[in-house]
């Protein structure tokens, strides 16, 4: 049986209210997406791309109000 996660990207997703957490996706994360933590909306200002698909990228994303 295969893990979910081998064939995601992964990211470290910085939040603007605090803490950071990982996140993996099905495709590229882009500025401008919509991540959401509970019942908390998050817009992506930042990326900075994993150099490979076996390491981490970074993201910082903003709390919408």
Same mark, same amino acid.
């Given at each position: 049986?295969?893990?979910?996660?081998?064939?995601?990207? @992964? %990211? &470290? /997703?910085?939040?603007?209210?605090?803490?950071?957490?990982?996140?993996?996706?099905?495709?590229?994360? $882009?500025?401008?997406?919509?991540?959401?933590?509970?019942?908390? @909306? %998050? &817009? /992506?200002?930042?990326?900075?791309?994993?150099?490979n698909p076996?390491?981490?990228?970074?993201?910082? $994303?903003q709390l919408?109000?």
């Open positions: 049986m295969r893990d979910w996660k081998v064939e995601r990207l @992964r %990211y &470290v /997703v910085h939040f603007s209210d605090g803490g950071s957490g990982m996140r993996y996706r099905n495709g590229p994360l $882009a500025e401008g997406d919509e991540l959401r933590d509970g019942p908390d @909306r %998050y &817009v /992506v200002e930042r990326v900075e791309k994993a150099p076996k390491t981490l990228g970074k993201a910082w $994303a919408e109000a």
